[in-house]
């Protein structure tokens, strides 16, 4: 693919029309990008999309969300924020450095993949549901947060594989709740205060090469199955 727009140095993108769509490749070699979506109709990388940079900030304050079906791959600092709709990540994710991405619009919903290393990783939902679904990865290779605030709950369908500490916080409503599989090398913190206590499925897999720690102090408990 042909690169629609090449750079050296800061670059900024900033739509106030309807929606900002990227379907070509975007690539900054020696610097950040700031992307920034005001539109009602979100910021959305399709899957044949690309944004390689050196420096990532990403925001959506749109109403249908940020949506990444295509591929971005960051070395440095990765910031993506979504402020309205939901933050989809149907693509990939991929950071060599420390990555944040967070949701303060109606849901997280990871579908793909998010790969991190030689960093921290932090996930962080304020609304609706974190859901880590059948087919979603979220990886990295050092320290990773996964909190949910949202009263859907953090449900854990996917797989986690971590190489340095893991803290999973959830205070939503619906609990936190694993039936796929979350890894570490380092120790493995979940804690929840959310109504519908930790659920661990038959199917769920909770592995850890050091400590693992399980936390509850809603009066739905720990359910092992």
Avoid: C, P
């Avoid at 600092?77 to 991405?101: C, F, P, Q, R, Y």
């Avoid at 549901?129 to 949910?148: F, H, M, P, R």
């Avoid at 619906?174 to 890894?183: C, H």
């Avoid at 979940?190 to 693992?212: C, D």
């Amino acid at each position: 693919m042909a690169e629609k727009a090449a750079n050296k140095g800061e670059a900024e993108i900033t739509n106030n029309g309807n929606a900002l769509n990227i379907s070509g490749k975007i690539v900054n070699a020696d610097g950040s990008i700031t992307i920034l979506n005001e539109g009602d109709g979100g910021l959305n990388l399709a899957d044949i999309g690309i944004i390689e940079t050196e420096g990532l900030e990403m925001i959506n304050n749109g109403e249908a969300g940020l949506n990444i079906d295509g591929t971005i791959t960051n070395v440095g600092t990765a910031t993506i924020s979504n402020n309205a709709g939901t933050l989809l990540v149907n693509g990939t994710v991929n950071n060599d450095g420390n990555a944040t991405l967070t949701n303060d619009g109606d849901n997280f919903t990871v579908n793909g993949t998010i790969t991190n290393k030689n960093g921290t990783l932090a996930l962080l939902n304020e609304n609706g549901a974190l859901d880590i679904n059948t087919t979603g990865k979220v990886s990295n290779t050092g320290n990773t947060t996964i909190t949910n605030n949202g009263v859907d709950g953090l449900n854990i369908h996917g797989t986690v594989n971590n190489g340095g500490k893991l803290d999973i916080t959830n205070t939503g409503i619906a609990g936190l709740n694993i039936d796929g599989t979350v890894t570490s090398t380092g120790d493995i913190t979940a804690t929840n205060s959310g109504e519908e206590g930790v659920n661990l499925a038959s199917a769920g897999r909770v592995n850890g090469e050091n400590n693992i720690t399980i936390r509850n102090t809603a009066k739905g408990g720990v359910n092992v199955k």
